[in-house]
């Protein structure tokens, strides 16, 4: 068990974990979203997209880090466990999060074109916690990076 001074340490803790995930992403070729799932301050999941990969366009970090979390602790409910995503999540995967009860999402980046907080319905669970904006500039960077490389590559 790692010990913080503080919740934000906690935070950028984890989201540099789920950093390493994303450039696990980008380094595959995939859109690099990297997410770990955390209960009682314990990694129990490590995802990243896989999307190219599996030719499955469900293959979100999200979703890849509850089906792993949820094979973790033996049952489908994440009611303990904060899941840490270096972009926010989309609209399915704020339905996933809901379904699994997620006590707490902390995110990275806004995602301006298909973050689940533009759509004006509750996505969410009605108890899962929100934390935006941990570690922000890194989680962003990494995907423009990927991205501007993509478009010089004319893909």
């Not at 339905?95 to 509750?122: C, E, M």
Request: hydrophobic share 40%.
């Amino acid at each position: 068990m790692i010990e913080h001074k503080s919740n934000e340490n906690i935070h950028e803790h984890f989201m540099r974990e789920a950093l390493k995930e994303a450039h696990k992403a980008f380094d595959a070729d995939e859109v690099p979203v990297g997410a770990v799932i955390v209960c009682d301050n314990k990694i129990i999941a490590r995802a990243h997209n896989y999307t190219e990969h599996l030719n499955d366009v469900t293959a979100h970090a999200e979703m890849q880090a509850f089906t792993s979390a949820a094979s973790y602790l033996g049952g489908k409910y994440l009611n303990e466990c904060t899941l840490y995503v270096t972009l926010e999540p989309c609209v399915m995967c704020a339905g996933g999060s809901f379904w699994a009860q997620l006590n707490k999402i902390v995110y990275g980046a806004a995602d301006t074109k298909r973050g689940y907080s533009l759509i004006h319905q509750p996505l969410l669970h009605p108890k899962t916690k929100v934390i935006k904006g941990v570690l922000e500039q890194e989680c962003a960077t990494l995907l423009k990076d990927f991205f501007a490389g993509k478009r010089t590559k004319g893909l």
